[in-house]
């Protein structure tokens, strides 16, 4: 392999992590917002029985509660 050929692979390969990196970032976003809206066709019973509120939808929509975090039922 040259020199250049070495260099050109090592380029791409930076800019293939990039491309990933932003592509699951924005995965992570459009889930979350996906979510949130699932969340807001709920009615408050619904949201009581998985152990949210109305007031945690803004919080599911920026990826700060995940399912493995809701709060656990009283």
Not at 15 to 25: G, L, P, R, S
Not at 35 to 61: C, F, S, Y
Request: with cysteine; aromatic share 6%; charged share 20%.
């Amino acid at each position: 392999m040259t020199t250049a050929s070495l260099l050109n692979h090592l380029y791409h390969c930076g800019i293939c992590e990039q491309v990933t990196a932003f592509y699951e970032i924005w995965k992570h976003h459009r889930n979350c917002v996906r979510g949130a809206a699932l969340l807001e066709d709920m009615n408050d019973h619904q949201l009581k029985d998985i152990g949210l509120t109305r007031g945690d939808i803004p919080a599911v929509r920026r990826g700060l509660i995940r399912g493995s975090h809701y709060r656990s039922m009283l």
